[in-house]
């Protein structure tokens, strides 16, 4: 019988740890996370006062938030409206002489805009949620019309992304070791240091929800998420030790969500 080397047995043994190696293995039980959002987001509406207002602008007091000199488009937040205060609503998107404004989009909790010229995406964030552990954001795509004037093709409402994530998503917890799955895929593991908050709940331990945001920098935007844990005792999620996922977000034509590969 034709024997076989150690450095043969060690590479082969490698080769099938490789082959296993980020996912979830054989026997484990994985479960499924909850989500933090009921129901889809109702829409933002600009203050009535704040509409007369704007029906009445003379001028807007703004601060930028994209400027592309190369394709000529510019964003703004609307901050005040002559010398009235906006109340944390209205943008201003502006296509070489063309100014369009979005009166019911807000402007609080630092929103971001990326332009894309090889698609005409332009991707805007705004605040859906907002407090002490919470940041959710709502995904604006913005197109242009042949005069330059800018409207909104797809809105993303984060329970829509939120829900999806949940199809997805399980999780496993062994002692204090948190492994989030994609599937069978392993995400990562985060080792839980909290020791004052009774241990982990025992129905339902694990949420997603309450961070979930996007990052509209590079050419297709990308959501980041980071679960959160519900304690015995507390009445709200921790999020410390856990980690921060991430994948690129595509919309087709159609308005179809896609979330691409999960990763950290």
Not at 195 to 210: H, K, N, S, V
Request: aromatic share 8%.
């Amino acid at each position: 019988m034709k024997k076989i080397s150690t450095v043969s047995f060690a590479i082969a043994l490698l080769s099938v740890v490789l082959a296993v190696a980020g996912c979830k293995p054989a026997g484990v039980d994985t479960k499924q996370m909850s989500g933090t959002m009921d129901a889809p987001i109702p829409s933002d509406m600009m203050p009535d006062s704040v509409q007369q207002a704007l029906a009445r602008a003379f001028k807007y007091h703004c601060h930028e938030l994209l400027s592309d000199t190369a394709n000529d488009i510019s964003v703004s937040s609307i901050d005040e409206i002559d010398e009235t205060s906006t109340e944390g609503y209205g943008i201003e998107v502006t296509k070489g002489a063309m100014s369009t404004t979005f009166p019911d989009i807000r402007n609080t909790r630092n929103p971001q805009a990326g332009y894309n010229a090889s698609t005409g995406d332009l991707w805007l964030t705004s605040s859906a949620m907002e407090g002490t552990g919470v940041r959710v954001e709502w995904l604006y795509q913005i197109r242009f019309g042949e005069n330059g004037s800018a409207y909104i093709k797809t809105v993303v409402n984060p329970y829509r992304v939120q829900q999806e994530l949940l199809q997805r998503l399980r999780y496993t917890i062994v002692g204090d070791s948190v492994s989030f799955y994609d599937g069978d895929k392993l995400l990562a593991t985060a080792a839980n240091t909290v020791r004052d908050m009774g241990g982990f709940d025992d129905e339902q331990p694990l949420w997603i929800g309450e961070q979930l945001y996007y990052d509209v920098s590079g050419d297709a935007p990308r959501l980041i998420f980071i679960p959160g844990v519900k304690f015995t005792t507390g009445l709200v999620l921790t999020y410390d030790d856990m980690p921060e996922l991430s994948a690129l977000v595509m919309i087709d034509e159609n308005g179809k969500l896609t979330i691409r590969e999960i990763g950290r």
